[in-house]
């Protein structure tokens, strides 16, 4: 007859389980587990088998764990776990792609009926159609304000109906509809909330950025750096060769208007008075632009000004004389 396991014994082999995982593994997902059922939980254990552990246990049991495993190992980064052990969690202990890992427990969410008093995670929209209901269940359609009309002896929806919005508490007579009409608007499995990776803990969304997107928000911060820094008037390297050019403008600007001047002004000023230089300074440069090339007009022009080459007889001798 096997010996049952008392609850202290429990405890300690959950304690000591939690600490070894803490000791392995240094990238966790805490994932919320609401609705989601025993069955359910073994298929994402099966689905992750090999690289990663799903720890679910009681938040108190938990944070006491952690807590005790941070202080006799002296590693504090444990301690940022605490905080997000709020309501019906688990831990996804992994050694695999932290995106990967979230897209596979995203795979396996089932679908699950409007329960009377449930919270709405989603918005839930009747399509129009025919229902295959009988007349006599219009009751249900007049009290919740969804226009129909009888087609063949059943009751077609006519319009789409917002039916609950996300948020709401399903009530009755909005779950009785729905189990009669056979929806099932709702999926639950493991909801990724947050992310845990060597003492960093971030949103998941985190895991959707690309480089791109990254360069993006380098170059917007650079940009707000630029800006801030001109308008204090503070040099930095990102607003350094906006103050120099800035400035040699308004030197340039007293140049023009005085006799004063320097070397970087003297082309400026000698274009302001004669329009005619600039224009043809810029025209070669227009027209490289263009990607027109006059380089094969310019070698006729050079061929019909080579003077042609005089001959032996031309010369009046000969070269073997």
Do not use: W
Not at 109 to 121: Q, S, Y
Not at 208 to 230: C, H, P, R, W, Y
Not at 259 to 287: G, N, R, T
Request: hydrophobic share 45%; net charge negative.
């Amino acid at each position: 007859m096997a010996v049952k396991t008392s609850k202290a014994d429990k405890k300690i082999a959950y304690d000591h389980k939690l600490c070894q995982l803490l000791d392995e593994f240094s990238q966790i997902l805490i994932a919320a587990a609401d609705n989601v059922g025993s069955n359910q939980l073994q298929n994402i254990r099966q689905g992750l088998r090999g690289e990663s552990v799903v720890l679910m246990g009681k938040n108190t049991m938990m944070k006491r764990s952690i807590r005790l495993h941070a202080e006799k190992t002296g590693n504090n980064a444990f301690l940022s776990l605490i905080p997000l052990l709020v309501g019906n969690v688990g831990l996804i202990f992994t050694k695999g792609d932290l995106k990967e890992v979230t897209e596979e427990v995203s795979k396996y969410k089932v679908g699950a009926p409007a329960r009377v008093g449930l919270v709405a995670p989603i918005d839930v929209i009747v399509p129009p159609g025919n229902t295959g209901l009988d007349p006599s269940q219009t009751s249900f359609f007049q009290v919740l304000n969804i226009p129909t009309k009888i087609n063949k002896g059943t009751v077609e929806i006519i319009t789409p109906v917002e039916l609950i919005r996300k948020g709401e508490k399903v009530g009755s007579s909005e779950a009785a509809l729905l189990a009669k009409l056979g929806i099932r608007p709702f999926s639950y499995g493991l909801v990724v909330l947050s992310v845990y990776d060597n003492g960093s803990v971030f949103s998941p969304e985190v895991l959707d950025l690309t480089e791109d997107d990254l360069i993006e928000k380098f170059a917007i911060g650079v940009s707000m750096v630029t800006s801030l820094s001109l308008a204090i008037s503070y040099p930095t390297l990102a607003a350094a060769p906006h103050m120099f050019i800035n400035a040699y403008k308004n030197v340039l600007a007293v140049a023009v208007a005085t006799e004063y001047s320097f070397p970087q002004a003297d082309k400026v000023k000698e274009y302001l008075e004669d329009p005619s230089k600039f224009a043809a300074a810029v025209a070669p440069v227009a027209a490289a632009d263009s990607g027109v090339s006059s380089a094969p007009a310019a070698k006729e022009e050079e061929k019909k000004e080579e003077p042609a080459e005089e001959s032996d007889d031309d010369m009046g001798f000969s070269l073997f004389d």
